[in-house]
C-alpha cells in the first residue's frame, strides 16, 4: 500500500480540538469533519482531496482520545500524515482506524502543495521533485490491519476467513 | 532467583502480563483489572462496534461508566446520548454506572475503584489521573476500548521512567497545578512520549490525594503515556475513607531500579503559573502578565474543581467579590464534592462572592456545558488545556492557571498575583 498525494502543511502541536472541534461532538461525524483545522486554516475541508497527505511538526494529535480526530482526516480525504512525533493516543485511534500515520524527522521540510508517494512499510516518503525523506516504517502486520481499513473491517475479514 | 530492579510501572505491567518482569521499549499484552468509559467516547460508539462483530463485553464487573460530558441534558441530541448510556450499563449489567454524578477522573477514586497495583485503562485522555493511586491508568479510544472490552487485554509498550523529584514544599498561594504548569513550559513533550511521569520528593509526599491527582492529570499536557506516584498512607487513608480496602495488587518499586532520567523541581522557588493561549506549555511566572483583562473566570474540570481546589479559591474569595464586568462560573467536579463543600462552609464563602454554581461534569472546558465563549472573550480557568477553539469560539482566548490565581484574577477583573490576597 502506497500513498501518493498533495500535502497540505502545518505545525507543531495540531491538536484534537483543531482536528475534531468538541462543539460538534453530539451530531454526525461528517458535519464535525466541515470544520477540521478550520480554526487555523479555513479552507482546508474544501481543499483536501481524496489521498492527500497532511505533514507536520511535533506533537501531532496532542489532547484528548477522541477518534474523531482521525476519522475527521479520514473523511476530507486524507490518505496519511507524516509528523515529526505524534501524541501516543491519537497514534494508536489512527491506526485503530485505518489512517497511516508516520514520524518523519524532516515532515517540516516538505513544502505545501508538494506531490509525495509514501511507503508505509519502507519507511519513505519521496517527493516529486526527488528528495527522499525517511521516516519509521509502520511493520507489516500492522499495516494489514491499516490496509484493511482498521482494527474492525480486520476482525471481520479475518473472522471470515 | 533474582530479579533486575523494576521500577513501579514495570511491576504492574509485569504482574498484568503474568511475567516476572518487563523492559523498557518492550511490547507486552497485558489483561486489563478495570476499563472505564464515559458518555461521549463509551458506550454510544462500542456498542455499534460491539454489534457488528457480534462479541459480548468480557467482565462487565470490571466496567465502569460516568456520564460526564453531556450532563444534564441541554438539548434533544445530549439527552439521547445519555439516555443510551443508561440503556447500555443497564442490558450490559454494568453494575458501577454513575450518572450524573461528577467527572470520570473524580467519581472513580470517589468510589474507591483505582487501588494501588491495577493495570486501568480509561476512554479519556485524561487517565492518566488514576496513577495517583499507584496505578498505571492510561487513556485510549474508542477501538482500543472495544479491543479491552471484547478481550479484557490489551498490548502496550513498556515505559521508560522519568521522574520529577519535588524538593522541599510548596510556598504559600503555589499549588500543585503551578508545578504542571511550570513543567509543560519547561520540559519538552517529544521526551515525554512514550514516558511515564512519576512525581515523588517531599513536596509530593505532603500533598494530599486531590493535590497529587493534579500533578497526574497534567501528565497528559505534559506529552507522558501516564502519571504515577508511589503509594503510601496518604493512598491509603484515601481508600479507607471511602470505605475500601487497598486491594491485593499493590506494589513498589525497587529503589535501585534504573529510570530514563530524573528532573529535579526547585518547589520552594516556584511563584504561580499561567499558560497563555492556546497552548499550556505558553506558561510563564503569573508576573509576567499582571493586568491582562478577563471577562470570565472558570473554576471546574478533572483537574480543577476537586474540593481542595475548592478551597483554594476560597481562601481568596472570602470577604471579596467577584469584579462587576467578570463572571466566574463554578463547576465543582462531583455532586459529592458540592455537598462536602456546601458542608463546610466553602459554598458559602464562593457564592457570597458571586460565584455562578453549575452542574457538576466536563461542561465548559470540554466545549459542551454551560459556560462557553464568544469572539473576543478571554477566560482564565482552573482546567488543564487552553487549545484554540476548546471552550468555544476559536476567537476567544483561555489562560490556565490554578485555583488561587483564577480567583484573584475574578476579583481584579484581570490576572493578578494571589499570593497578595492571602494574608
Known amino acids: ?161 | 532467583m533474582t530479579h533486575p530492579p523494576q521500577t513501579l510501572t514495570q511491576k504492574i505491567l509485569a504482574r498484568a502480563a503474568g511475567r516476572d518482569t518487563v523492559r523498557p521499549g518492550e511490547i507486552v499484552t497485558v489483561s486489563v483489572d478495570l476499563a472505564m468509559m464515559h458518555d461521549s467516547g463509551g458506550p454510544r460508539r462500542v456498542k455499534p462496534m460491539l454489534e457488528r462483530l457480534g462479541a459480548q463485553v468480557w467482565d462487565p464487573e470490571k466496567v465502569v461508566v460516568v456520564s460526564d460530558h453531556f450532563v444534564p441534558a441541554v438539548d434533544v441530541d445530549s439527552a439521547q446520548i445519555l439516555d443510551l448510556t443508561r440503556k447500555w450499563a443497564r442490558e450490559t449489567q454494568v453494575r458501577r454506572f454513575f450518572d450524573m454524578k461528577g467527572i470520570c477522573h473524580v467519581v472513580l477514586p470517589e468510589n474507591g475503584l483505582i487501588q494501588p497495583g491495577m493495570m486501568a485503562v480509561g476512554g479519556d485522555s485524561h487517565s492518566c489521573t488514576g496513577g495517583a493511586w499507584g496505578a498505571v491508568m492510561v487513556g485510549v479510544g474508542a477501538t482500543d476500548m472495544l479491543g479491552v472490552l471484547v478481550t479484557g487485554e490489551i498490548w502496550l509498550r513498556v515505559p521508560s521512567t522519568v521522574r520529577f523529584t519535588c524538593q522541599g514544599s510548596l510556598p504559600p498561594g503555589v499549588s500543585a497545578k503551578d508545578i504542571m504548569l511550570h513543567l509543560c513550559a519547561t520540559v519538552d513533550p517529544v521526551s515525554m512520549n512514550y514516558r511515564v511521569a512519576e512525581y515523588a520528593g517531599p513536596a509530593v509526599e505532603a500533598m494530599e490525594m486531590s493535590e497529587r491527582m493534579t500533578l497526574c492529570n497534567m501528565s497528559a499536557e505534559l506529552g507522558a503515556k501516564t502519571g504515577i506516584i508511589a503509594p503510601d498512607a496518604t493512598t491509603h487513608d484515601w481508600l479507607a475513607q471511602v470505605g475500601a480496602g487497598v486491594g491485593d495488587l499493590e506494589v513498589l518499586g525497587d529503589p535501585e531500579a534504573e529510570i530514563e532520567r530524573e528532573v529535579v523541581i526547585d518547589t520552594p522557588a516556584l511563584a504561580p503559573q499561567v499558560a497563555a493561549p492556546h497552548s499550556p506549555a505558553n506558561t510563564h511566572a503569573v508576573t509576567d502578565s499582571l493586568g491582562t483583562r478577563v471577562t470570565q473566570a472558570y473554576i471546574g474540570a478533572c483537574t480543577g474543581a476537586k474540593l481542595n481546589d475548592l478551597h483554594m479559591a476560597a481562601k481568596v474569595l472570602k470577604g471579596r467579590r467577584v469584579a462587576d464586568d467578570v463572571r466566574l462560573l463554578l463547576a465543582p467536579a462531583s455532586t459529592k464534592i458540592t455537598a462536602e463543600a456546601a458542608r463546610d462552609g466553602t459554598l458559602e464563602i464562593l457564592t457570597e462572592a458571586g460565584a455562578i454554581l453549575l452542574p457538576s461534569g466536563c461542561g465548559a472546558c470540554a466545549g459542551m456545558g454551560a459556560g462557553i465563549l464568544a469572539d473576543g472573550e478571554v477566560c482564565i480557568a482552573s482546567t488543564s488545556r487552553n487549545f484554540q477553539g476548546r471552550m468555544g469560539s476559536s476567537k476567544a482566548e483561555v489562560w490556565l492557571a490554578s485555583p488561587y490565581t483564577v480567583a484573584a484574577a475574578a476579583v481584579t477583573g484581570a490576572i493578578a498575583d494571589p499570593r497578595e490576597m492571602l494574608a
Open chain 1, 1 to 161: 500500500m502506497k500513498i501518493d498525494g498533495t500535502t497540505h502543511a502545518f505545525g507543531d502541536r495540531i491538536d484534537t480540538d483543531l482536528l475534531s472541534p468538541g462543539a460538534y461532538m453530539k451530531g454526525p461525524i461528517e458535519e464535525m469533519a466541515k470544520h477540521c483545522l478550520e480554526a487555523i486554516d479555513p479552507e482546508f475541508p474544501a481543499r483536501s482531496q481524496l489521498g492527500d497527505i497532511v505533514t507536520a511538526g511535533f506533537e501531532f494529535g496532542t489532547g484528548s482520545s477522541r477518534e474523531q480526530a482521525a476519522s475527521c482526516l479520514l473523511l476530507n480525504g486524507i490518505g496519511c500524515v507524516l509528523a515529526r512525533s505524534f501524541a501516543r493516543i491519537f497514534y494508536r485511534n489512527a491506526l485503530n482506524l485505518g489512517l497511516p500515520v508516520l514520524v518523519c524527522p524532516t515532515a517540516h521540510e516538505i513544502p505545501a502543495g508538494t506531490r509525495l508517494v509514501v511507503d508505509p512499510l519502507a519507511g519513505t516518503a519521496t517527493e516529486a521533485g526527488g528528495r527522499v525523506h525517511s521516516c519509521e516504517p509502520i511493520p507489516e502486520r500492522l499495516m494489514q490491519m491499516v490496509a484493511a481499513g482498521g482494527l474492525i473491517p480486520f476482525l471481520e475479514q479475518t473472522r471470515t476467513q
